[in-house]
């Protein structure tokens, strides 16, 4: 009743190792997080950039503008004192 071992050669399969698995497992668990969060992502219309756009574009000149009349001002002070 003793159990016969096979004499047939067994497959040899290269196992990943556990630093590799782990990697597979956080780039793939990763990519697919990316994935779900970008879907819930509402995405601005091509209006709104535009909007967007144009609203940064002003403001960057009213500071400019801004900028420009303190240094005027200031340069003009000094040439009084000077």
Do not use: H
Not at 20 to 26: G, H, P
């Amino acid at each position: 009743m003793a159990k016969e071992k096979d004499n047939k050669p067994k497959k040899t399969v290269k196992k990943a190792t556990k630093k590799e698995q782990s990697k597979n497992v956080v780039k793939e668990s990763y990519l697919k997080r990316v994935a779900k969060e970008l879907k819930l992502v509402k995405w601005p219309t091509a209006k709104d950039v535009f909007k967007y756009t144009v609203s940064t574009i002003v403001f960057c000149a009213f500071l400019c503008a801004l900028f420009m009349f303190l240094n005027l001002i200031m340069s003009l002070v000094r040439g009084w004192f000077a």
